[in-house]
């Protein structure tokens, strides 16, 4: 690892106003008395100290380690998940944000699960699920001679049970539910949040294979099967099927789409199982009880005239891989399965955000095939690093455990440390801290408030647009206004087209360049990625569904929409400027007149 010339002890982290109000929020340490009791270069040197301690373990350099992780965070070029810079050095010591629980098919096994979920939440992680394997309504239950109340009744006890737990006292927490599309209980998943106030805490997702969406496009039918029996107990029209789902989607934001198949032929340990489930943002397919810890370069920082040091990305990501890997060992897990999950597959997930940033400050609108082309080649280049990171680790402390039963070594290929190694995660909190704009989605709003837990109202207004219109001669009070009230320029006739162009928000950029960016992000990252496929409030259903099977064709690992305006039974005001998936933890959001309330993580914004 390369060391900076500039003492990393000398550099103070440099945040926007609205970044301090979040970290003395959520994340900077506080007494019994709830005193803020350090700041945020306390807390970037808390994390890094806590994390370069594990190189002790492999004879590594601890100082040096420290001041290289310092060093990047402090910069704002790398940040951890956010349970790393909450808990890391501190007595609660849960690192990672991503797990996946299993739910067993009889009352210990769903009741444990609420159990160990309320102990993850607890410390900050969110959880997803597979209910595939309990027994659909009205099944009979050997043992009592009743009848099975099935998968979404047991679902809303869990919805209930994180309500009353709040992630180390600063955020709820979220989840992702899913079943099988073939569990004979589907339509009544695929409805769920048709109900209002239902499943707040819940992203939803229907998990399906190859064959159901090559159903659905030749008019076929798919079986539902029992799975307590194994049993085929009737069958459904493929095509009605997703077309009920895509209608539920349009109506409320659920449910999305995971591709199954897809997934198991990226999975490294395929010995070990079939992952049939996700964590709540999609981003980290996992198998029970595994865990994933991320981490994200921010792009927006890497941008130098009309390019991108790319000799600094890669020193980024060898950085992030370790610090990554090292995080592994410094996490306290709360449950022993899971230690043992996370340290049988020392799976990672490093990814970008700020893309929509270095997308403007490279002059390449959103909606371009250079756009394309860059996205491609930045993931290409991180992944291939990652690689080479990992192995370079996995020589220096040895492979993951679970290495030999891998398809790896099948392949015959190089050892890693990790095997998984990339991901795209939303980063909304955490792009809020860096300044830069969320994961890989396109800018926001140019401006809009933002309420922090503590009820203190966050105005955030673009830099980079306020700083072309200075350059294109075009900024003025009137524009401010325009901007604060409406949140977009795409359609304002009396601005420079090229600038139009550039500063396109969400909301007015087509469903399938949101899918085509996924996609093209996704074919070098390991993981998946979390992004959600806007869509206008005029789209049709059959739009949705275009855009779902455009997903399945182009290679992606699920799907999640947001058609602008969506809520069952309610009709939408004054939200122009928002989308309606969290930017803090891709959970959607709930609609009030003018405003927005995520139940996940506490996030809302008015406009």
């Known amino acids: 690892m390369k060391v900076s010339t500039m003492k990393a002890t000398t550099i103070e982290p440099e945040l926007s106003p609205n970044a301090l109000e979040v970290l003395r929020a959520r994340y900077l340490r506080k007494d019994e008395r709830g005193a803020i009791v350090e700041g945020p270069a306390e807390m970037f040197r808390r ?29 704002l070029e790398f940040l951890p998940n956010s349970p790393t810079l909450m808990n890391a050095g501190t007595r609660l010591g849960q690192l990672a944000a991503c797990f996946v629980l299993p739910v067993e098919d009889s009352l210990e096994g ?18 997803g699920y597979d209910f595939s394997k309990l027994r659909p309504k009205g099944d009979v239950v050997a043992s009592t001679g009743g009848a099975s109340s099935g998968p979404v009744s047991f679902m809303r006890v869990f919805d209930a049970s994180v309500d009353a737990i709040r992630q180390g006292g600063r955020r709820r927490g979220a989840n992702m539910g899913v079943l099988n599309v073939h569990h004979p209980d589907i339509e009544e998943f695929v409805a769920a949040k048709r109900d209002p106030g239902s499943f707040r805490n819940f ?36 095509g009605a099927l997703l077309d009920l789902i895509c209608r539920c989607a349009w109506e409320t934001g659920d449910p999305g789409l995971i591709f199954l198949d897809r997934i198991n032929r990226d999975n490294p340990t395929p010995a070990l199982g079939r992952i049939t489930a996700t964590n709540p943002c999609g981003e980290v397919p996992l198998l029970p009880y595994e865990a994933c810890i991320l981490g994200s370069i921010n792009l927006a920082k890497l941008t130098e005239g009309d390019s991108l040091d790319w000799d600094r990305l890669g020193e980024l990501v060898e950085i992030g891989i370790r610090f990554l890997d090292d995080t592994i060992d410094a996490s306290v897990f709360p449950l022993p ?28 609108p959103y909606d371009s095939d250079a756009a394309l082309e860059f996205a491609r080649t930045v993931m290409g280049f991180v992944a291939d690093r990652a690689f080479h990171a990992s192995h370079r680790l996995a020589e220096e402390r040895g492979p993951f455990p ?59 207004v673009n830099a980079r647009f306020e700083q072309q219109a200075r350059r294109a001669g075009v900024w003025s009070p009137e524009l401010r206004h325009r901007i604060l009230h409406r949140g977009r320029v795409g359609d304002d006739a009396e601005l420079p087209e090229p600038l139009r162009c550039l500063f396109r928000t969400a909301h007015e950029i087509a469903p ?31 739009e949705l569904r275009r855009a779902y099977e455009d997903a399945f064709r182009l290679g992606c690992k699920g799907i999640t929409v947001y058609r602008q305006g969506s809520k069952a039974g309610q009709v939408l005001t004054q939200v122009s400027s928002v989308s309606g998936t969290c930017p803090e933890c891709g959970t959607g959001l709930e609609f009030t007149e003018g405003a927005t309330l995520c139940r996940a993580c506490g996030f809302t914004s008015t406009v």
């Open 512 to 542: 399938d360049w949101h899918i085509r960016i996924q996609a093209a992000f996704q074919t070098h990252v390991d993981n998946a990625v979390s992004k959600t496929i806007n869509l206008p409030e005029t789209a049709t259903v059959q």
């Open 47 to 75: 994390v890094a100290e806590h994390v370069a301690a594990v190189e002790a373990r492999y004879g590594g350099d601890v100082a040096q380690a420290a001041d290289l992780f310092y060093e990047a965070m402090a910069r």
């Open 337 to 364: 399965q899971i230690t043992r999950a996370v340290q049988g597959n020392r799976k990672v997930g490093l990814g970008v955000m700020g893309f929509a940033d270095a997308l403007i400050d490279l002059g390449m």
């Open 402 to 460: 679970n290495f030999p039963h891998s398809r790896y070594a099948d392949e015959g290929g190089p050892v890693l440390r990790n095997a998984t190694r990339t991901a795209i995660a939303p980063t909304g909190t955490l792009s809020l801290i860096a300044g830069s704009s969320s994961g890989i989605e396109p800018l926001y709003a140019l401006a809009y408030e933002r309420h922090v837990l503590e009820g203190t109202t966050l105005v955030e």
């Open 110 to 127: 769903i009741f444990g699960s609420i159990r160990d979920s309320a102990l993850i939440h607890q410390s900050g992680g969110g959880v």
């Open 203 to 238: 992203n939803l997702s229907v998990g399906c294979d190859d064959g159901f969406i090559e159903a659905a496009r030749t008019g076929g039918e798919i079986a539902l099967v029992n799975p307590s029996r194994g049993q085929v107990v009737g069958r459904r029209s493929a």
